[in-house]
């Protein structure tokens, strides 16, 4: 997560949806002069995690927070600050979303006995849900609590939409960087619904059933 004292936002970092790339370029609003003047932000960079007077990198070394610890951390602060900051973050379809994180743990060679075929991989996913519930940071008690969400399937458009909120020149929009981008997925997907059965494309239905209603998404 992100909170910019500078430009008032609170940006929650979700997995596969350009995630990492907005979390390096807005985190260049929540550091002081001397470090944004001496980081490129091309790359995630650990090192910036932690807290300072013009905002908050991360959390206890991680780049992720749920909104609800989100929520004590800025009232510890100024309790005005989640009332009055902008907030968002990006979505993505939840089933294109399935097939790129498929490719994402294959490449990385995590979990291997749980991504030698796409199958295995979402029954892993549903068991995470059966077992945990709904991983999403953004959400209170179910409820969508962000003020825009920046949609990957129509990402140029609803970024250039966030600058002007946060009134951020358009001319950096050149810069924004691309990190973790799926080459070998993005090279092989085509059309991500061929690599769903009705049993698949069911089980990634149940996961994200609230996200797929509340954003009304289409397999």
Not at 11 to 16: D, L, T
Not at 100 to 108: A, G, L, P, Q, V
Not at 124 to 131: A, G, P, Q, S, T
Request: proline letters at 2%; a positive charge; glycine letters at 2%.
């Amino acid at each position: 997560m992100l909170i910019s004292f500078k430009k008032k936002f609170i940006f929650f970092k979700n997995i596969k949806a350009a995630s990492t790339s907005l979390f390096t370029f807005f985190s260049q609003f929540c550091v002081p002069y001397k470090i944004k003047k001496s980081n490129q932000f091309q790359a995630p960079e650990f090192s910036l995690i932690g807290n300072y007077k013009t905002g908050i990198v991360g959390y206890e070394k991680k780049r992720s927070c749920e909104a609800a610890k989100i929520i004590k951390i800025t009232n510890n602060i100024n309790k005005n600050i989640w009332k009055e900051y902008f907030k968002f973050t990006s979505i993505r379809n939840p089933w294109d979303k399935m097939v790129s994180c498929y490719f994402y743990f294959k490449n990385e060679k995590r979990k291997e006995e749980k991504t030698k075929n796409f199958i295995d991989f979402i029954e892993w996913r549903y068991e995470k849900y059966l077992n945990e519930g709904s991983m999403i940071s953004y959400t209170i008690k179910k409820e969508f609590i962000c003020d825009y969400h920046i949609r990957y399937e129509n990402f140029k458009n609803d970024l250039k939409h966030v600058f002007n909120i946060l009134n951020i020149n358009l001319s950096k929009f050149e810069y924004f960087p691309e990190i973790n981008k799926n080459i070998q997925y993005e090279k092989e997907k085509k059309d991500y619904r061929k690599f769903y059965n009705n049993y698949t494309r069911d089980l990634v239905e149940k996961i994200y059933k609230n996200k797929i209603d509340y954003f009304k998404y289409e397999f």
